[in-house]
């Protein structure tokens, strides 16, 4: 064992003689990198998956971590995120697997490291080794100072490490004080200064759209590729690659980084796309996420939402209509599809006696323009719980409807909260047209499922035979759908969650739907 390790140090003496000789030959070419991504919790080496190289093996002594605190800055290249912690003497890093014999002579490892204010640096260990048995350890290159305002990321080389097809490095530390390691990369020639990648743009910006998004990435750095994850997976060189626009149609955490040769691979980009679609259906809760129950952010214009002196929210996440406000308190939805059946939920609040919630008037309407404006109901105190929340609907709405609007038309006294619209879209229906073409008119009024509540069946008297019954969720979607039902048949509904539910009857004079609560 003696005799190899004279071997091989008499090799690298001879490496680097020639190295000193040629250096200015080669330009810089990047072999190796990892930044240790994004941790978002301390993560044991041989649990963590968010490796930026994944083509090599990670080791450690089963405590050495990659954490997210002190991420790495003050130094070009640096990427933030996570680090290596390597803080004590038990502790030691291990890369394995490293291919560098594209090399001439030998390569330099490049890496961030951060110390406390005391330490040089001295006390960090850089080993390499060809066979994992014998270890050799590379001097830093770097004098590190010390002293007050000293304790911070450096950027720190370690020369001389011999080209290889199976090299192996491992990092350790030799006193019981903080280290910590980030952004490796194995180089082979002279060092020069790496620009960095500009970090990935995207259009449109993250936030909460009704509709589906085309989304685009671009990088300012000419001939970068993009690398990108939907999933909130740290993206890699295996990840997607960005080639044309991206379709989202669905909620979604979309991360992006940019690379090019010899060059430090850029920031990761995070942004988070909620897609509301109102051509399929609207489902909108309040969710302020800053709310607090001494706290509540204002009211904010949504897309696809219009505001108007409401004032701020509570802090649940509702939108808060003052009394103050009463006759201007509005909130607008505008749709751009054919609604079917409005839900919302209400609570007025008072404060002390039931008195102080008083004089309430309430107006939803809707509109096919914005400016002519039909009532869709109309509620007062009586109407409005200040226990709970009041779930309301359904509400029919016209085909042609494309804005509805919420109104505090007047106030005695108290707020009233709104949350939890939805809006379902008009479900396509058989026989939509009758023979010469002309859309079939909705019923407003017409006999009721019974018995209402139910908990196995229901009958209707509709006084046709063969007609189309649809039961819809809250949400618009089908539950169950009987063909070709006659006068006052047993439709059974075994199996069915309980809950409030839409009925809907298509038949030769048009369509009649009716709420059915099943037990």
Known sequence: MKQKFTRIKTGIAAMVMLIGMGANLYGQTVLYEENFGSPTSNTLIQNYTG??????SYLGDGTCDIRSSNASTGYAGASGGGNAMINNTSKWLQISGLNTSSA???????????????????????EFSTDSMVWIRVPMADTLPTGTGTSKWYRVSFPDIPSHPHLHLRFSNLANVDYRLDDLSIVEGEQVVLETVATPTVTPSGGTYYAPQQVNIECATDGASIY?????????????????????N???TLKAFAKKNNMYNSQILTVQYTIIDTNSLVILPFNISSNSESTHADIKTMDGFRSNKLGSSYANGSVKFESKNAGTATLTAHLDSSPDTLFFDLKGVKSGTPSSYSGITFIVSESANGTQWNTVASL???????????????????????????????????????????????????N??????VEEPTIPNGPSPYPNPTASFFRWN???EGVVVSLY????????????????????????????????????????TKKLIIK
């Open 51 to 56: 490796w930026q190289n994944n083509t090599v």
């Open 104 to 126: 001439q002579l030998t390569v330099t490892l490049h890496c961030g490291l951060r110390k406390t204010t005391s330490e040089d640096g001295s006390n960090f260990v850089v």
């Open 228 to 248: 990108y994850t939907l999933d909130g997976s740290i993206p890699t060189e295996q990840s997607n690659p960005f080639l044309d626009t991206i379709h989202i």
């Open 250 to 252: 669905s909620n979604c």
């Open 380 to 430: 007062n105190e009586t109407d409005i719980s200040t226990e709970s929340f009041s779930h309301l609907g359904p509400y029919l709405l016209s085909e042609e409807t494309r804005y509805v609007r919420w109104l505090l038309a007047a106030a005695g006294s108290g707020n009233t909260q709104l949350n939890n619209i939805v809006i379902t879209k008009r479900q396509e229906q058989e």
């Open 432 to 437: 939509e047209e009758d023979d010469v073409g």
């Open 462 to 464: 509709l006084c046709e």
């Open 473 to 512: 969720d809250l949400t618009g979607q089908i539950v169950r759908k009987w063909e070709q039902v006659n006068d006052g048949e047993s439709l059974d509904i075994t199996g069915v969650t309980s809950g409030l539910y839409l009925i809907q009857a298509t038949t030769r004079t048009g369509k009649v």
